[in-house]
Structures are given as C-alpha cells and as structure tokens.
C-alpha cells in the first residue's frame, strides 16, 4: 500500500516555473512513479513518468523540453519542475504509483494522490 500526497501547485503568469513534490509512505522504492493532469472539461492525461530507480524517464509531447520529472528515494518523493508554463498547462496534477510501462503507456497507476492545482494566467 502506498499513500501519496502532492504539494506545490498554485497561481503562476505564463512563463514562471513552479516545481510539484509528491511524498509517499509505504514501499515507494518499488514503483514507478507518474504524474498525470486533468483539465476542466478535459479527460486525466499522462505528463510524465520516471522509473523506480530513476534511469528512465518518459513526457507526453507538449511538456517535452519544458518539465522534468525526477524522484529521491531517501525521501520517499517525485518532483516535476515545470519551466515555461503556458497557460493551457493549467490543470489539477496528479501523481501515481505503479508500473513503468502502465503508466506511461495505458495512462494508468495502482495508487493515486488527491491532486494540487497549478493555474496559469496569460
């Protein structure tokens, strides 16, 4: 079982940076960790994902090149540093916890955080 809390979102002009931490308890070793995001009106979609040791890393196409996922295992947490926010990257972000290859192919993960709102204004 393993609990994650997501932090760090908040109101930013197009342009800033804000970096999300996601904390977990349990085995987060284990896991790969995703971040995904859902927009109002929109369906969750993938962002990013990293593996459980942080060799592999994988981004949707429209934050390539402008976030970055990463993850501390001596603190049991994932980061994603988003530089160069745009306004349509305003969304609830998610993280989950699960396999490499369900989160970032079937979009997908075994356990969920509540979400932290980034907002972007133009």
């Known amino acids: 079982q393993v609990q994650l809390v997501e932090s760090g979102g908040g109101l930013v002009q197009a342009g800033d940076s804000l970096r999300l931490s996601c904390t977990a308890s349990?085995?987060?070793?284990?896991?790969?960790m995703g971040w995904f995001r859902r927009a109002p009106g929109k369906e969750r979609e993938f962002v990013a994902a990293?593996?459980?040791?942080?060799?592999?890393?994988s981004y949707e196409d429209s934050v390539k090149g402008r976030f970055t996922i990463s993850r501390d295992n001596a603190r049991n947490t994932v980061y994603l540093q988003m530089n160069s926010l745009k306004p349509e990257d305003k969304a609830v972000y998610l993280c989950a916890a699960g396999a490499y290859n369900r989160i970032r192919i079937d979009a997908t993960g075994d356990y969920w955080g509540q979400g932290t709102q980034v907002t972007v204004s133009p």
């Open positions: 990293v593996s459980s040791i942080g060799s592999r890393t």
């Open positions: 349990g085995r987060f070793s284990s896991y790969a």
